[in-house]
C-alpha cells in the first residue's frame, strides 16, 4: 500500500470513530436529561378567555 491510501484509510477511521463518539456522548446527555428530576412550569388559559380578551379590544375602539 502506498503512503496516501494508507493515510486516507486512517484518516476515514478516525472520522467515523469520532461520529460514533459524538453519537454516543449526545445519547448519554439525552438520557441523562430524561431521567433528571427538575420541574417544568407550565401556565395554561382556557381558549374562550383568550378569545374574549382578543375581541374586547375591538369593540373598544369603535
Known amino acids: 500500500m502506498t503512503y496516501k491510501i ?7 477511521c ?8 459524538n453519537g454516543i456522548q449526545q ?3 439525552f438520557q441523562t436529561q430524561l431521567n433528571s428530576e427538575e420541574l ?8 374562550n ?5 382578543q375581541e374586547n ?3 373598544k375602539e369603535e
Open 49 to 53: 378567555e383568550l378569545d374574549k380578551s
Open 57 to 59: 379590544p375591538l369593540e
Open 14 to 21: 478516525f472520522v467515523v470513530a469520532a461520529f460514533i463518539y
Open 27 to 29: 445519547e448519554d446527555e
Open 40 to 47: 417544568v412550569e407550565a401556565d395554561f388559559e382556557d381558549a
Open 6 to 12: 494508507k493515510s486516507l484509510i486512517y484518516l476515514s
